[in-house]
Structures are given as C-alpha cells and as structure tokens.
C-alpha cells in the first residue's frame, strides 16, 4: 500500500495551490510544452496550458483529484513507465523525501526529460522550526532520515536552487505554513495534511498539541515568538531546484 493511502485521507482539504509558489515553478519549467509531473499527489502544482502527465502511487490521493487535473499513471518514481526523452519536463513538488530510493527516483527524472524542476526543502531548517523544536521534537528524527534540498540539488547537477519563502497567510498547507498563526495546529484537518505529523506517533502529537494549547491560552507563546508577528514571509528551507 502506497504511504499516502494511510496518511492522505482528506489531504484535498489543507493543501491548495498558491500562486505564490506556482509563478516561481512555471517561470523554471521554462518554455517546456510537455512535463511529468511525479508523485502529483492531488495535483496542485501541475502547470496549466501545457501537455501534462501525472504519475501518483497513491490510489487515495488519485481519488481527491479533480476531474480537470491531468491524466494520472498509477507508478512510482523509481520506476517511471516511460520512454527516454518522453517528456520537456520533470516535475516533483515536495516528494522526493517520501520516495525510499530518492537517487534511483532523480535519474528516473533525469531519463524521460531534458529539465528538471524539484520542489524540496532543507530538513536541518525544518528541523529548527519552533513547531518542531519547542513541541513536537520528534519530527527532527523524521527529518533527519530524508533527504535533504542540498543532498536532491547536488544529486541532480542543479544550475540553479531558489528559495521560496512562506508568505504569513500561505494558502498551500504545508508542515510550517502556519508559523506566524499558531492556533492551526490545533486543528486536526491541518494535523492530517501534514506528512511529517502524520508520522509521528501520535501521542507525541498530543503532547506537543496540548502544551501548545495552553502557550496560545497563556500568552506564552506570542510572548516568546513576537519577533515572527509582524514579519510578511519566512524562510522555512523550501527550495525550488533547476537542473
């Protein structure tokens, strides 16, 4: 069973595409009429008015995709079904750190198109969110155990790596979109649009939820994180990688 059957149950409903994020991945797909977007998930970064082709093992994710997203192929990335050459364009937005052979799934991208384009993150930076730091410490292991922005941009020969900072009112729910409004973690719709909660054990969670709770209730923790309250963006580590 692909992992995304287990942990992307309502996954639809958090995460959503922000045109923020959707200029800067259209700008690097460059001129490229046909792309393979991999491990498409619902689709929500897959590129409009071009030849599109999904590739997703998930059959649950498949299910929430919407009937104008792309034709999907139920594969992994590992092993794309395709021909070298198919494609102008590979695309993988924020999965290559769920695929267990990461570098055999980069030369995959690498064997059907010419251009590359890889959303990632840094997972030391991830790691050092104050989600992470101060409430759910045990996401930093899970971190620790994928790959990270600098490993995929080297493993891919990257001539460019962007950073993508999240705007304070992100509309894409990914792990640290909320940093500037903490109450969200509260709720368990964004708990379960987020891999990296999603596989935590969820007693650490709760604990880390709870303690939360009773900061935002105190005042604690805007007291401790007033330096993040009137900043517009933050640097969360996410890279977007041209190769």
């Known amino acids: 069973m692909a992992r995304y059957d287990e942990i992307g149950v309502g996954y639809a409903q958090g995460r959503r595409t922000d045109p923020r994020w959707l200029t800067p991945?259209?700008?690097?797909?460059?001129?490229?009429?046909?792309?393979?977007?991999?491990?498409?998930?619902?689709?929500?970064?897959?590129p409009p008015g071009r030849r599109v082709?999904?590739?997703?093992?998930?059959?649950?994710?498949?299910?929430?995709?919407?009937?104008?997203?792309?034709?999907?192929?139920?594969?992994?990335?590992?092993?794309?079904?395709?021909?070298?050459?198919?494609?102008?364009?590979?695309?993988?937005?924020?999965?290559?750190?769920?695929?267990?052979?990461?570098?055999?799934?980069?030369?995959?991208?690498?064997?059907?198109?010419?251009?590359?384009?890889?959303?990632?993150?840094?997972?030391?930076?991830?790691?050092?969110?104050?989600?992470?730091?101060?409430?759910?410490?045990?996401?930093?292991?899970?971190?620790?155990?994928?790959?990270?922005?600098?490993?995929?941009?080297?493993?891919?020969?990257?001539v460019s790596v962007i950073e993508l900072p999240v705007p304070w009112d992100f509309t894409d729910g990914v792990f640290p979109a909320y940093w500037r409004r903490p109450e969200a973690y509260l709720d368990p719709v964004v708990q379960r649009s987020c891999s990296a909660l999603a596989q935590t054990a969820p007693e650490a969670v709760e604990r880390g939820v709870t303690r939360l709770r009773d900061d935002l209730a105190s005042g604690r923790w805007a007291a401790e994180h007033a330096e993040l309250l009137d900043l517009p963006e933050w640097d969360a580590g996410f890279r977007l990688i041209v190769a």
Request: proline residues 6%; charged residues 25%; without cysteine.
């Open 53 to 158: 082709v999904a590739v997703e093992p998930s059959a649950e994710m498949i299910r929430q995709r919407s009937p104008e997203a792309a034709p999907v192929v139920q594969a992994v990335a590992e092993a794309l079904p395709f021909a070298d050459a198919t494609f102008d364009a590979t695309l993988a937005v924020l999965t290559v750190h769920h695929w267990p052979g990461w570098r055999e799934g980069l030369a995959e991208l690498r064997r059907v198109a010419s251009r590359r384009v890889v959303l990632a993150y840094d997972t030391a930076v991830h790691s050092d969110f104050w989600f992470v730091r101060e409430y759910v410490p045990e996401v930093a292991a899970l971190e620790a155990s994928r790959p990270s922005a600098p490993e995929i941009a080297d493993a891919l020969d990257a």
């Open 25 to 46: 991945v259209l700008e690097a797909l460059g001129d490229a009429s046909s792309v393979l977007d991999v491990g498409s998930g619902t689709g929500s970064y897959e």
